[in-house]
């Protein structure tokens, strides 16, 4: 079993900045890809950006790139998301998500583990 939990989200101005963070334990002895996903009421869960075991490879949606930055700490079992000139679009509830192998998740039917989801509310 992993475990995995959000923090760092929040209300925002348009225009600002907040990062994320995102804490796993139990089973991280493995190797494993994460990455974050998004849900705004009344859509479906989608791909926000997604980073390889060994941080080599980064990925992001469209819609975020240039805006968002992905990043591990493996020692401390850590994932973050770094979010810069937020939009009100960019609202929705951030979702940590884990998945077994070296690969970064990037389709949310893939997902093994998810975390419990943190509040993000971007004001324009």
């Known amino acids: 079993q992993v475990q995995l939990v959000e923090s760092g989200g929040g209300l925002v101005q348009a225009g600002g900045s907040l990062r994320l963070a995102c804490a796993a334990s139990?089973?991280?002895?493995?190797?494993?890809?994460i990455g974050w996903f998004r849900q705004a009421p009344g859509k479906e869960r989608d791909f926000v950006a997604g980073?390889?075991?060994?941080?080599?490879?980064?990925y992001y949606t469209d819609s975020v790139k240039g805006r968002f930055i992905i990043s591990r700490d493996n020692a401390k079992n850590m994932v973050y998301l770094e979010m810069n000139n937020v939009k009100p679009e960019d609202t929705a509830v951030y979702y940590c998500?884990?998945?077994?192998?070296?690969?970064?998740?990037?389709?949310?039917?893939?997902?093994?583990?998810w975390g419990q989801g943190t509040q993000v509310t971007v004001s324009s």
């Open positions: 139990g089973r991280t002895f493995t190797t494993y890809g």
């Open positions: 998500a884990w998945k077994l192998g070296t690969a970064a998740p990037t389709r949310a039917g893939a997902i093994d583990y």
């Open positions: 980073i390889t075991w060994s941080g080599a490879g980064r």
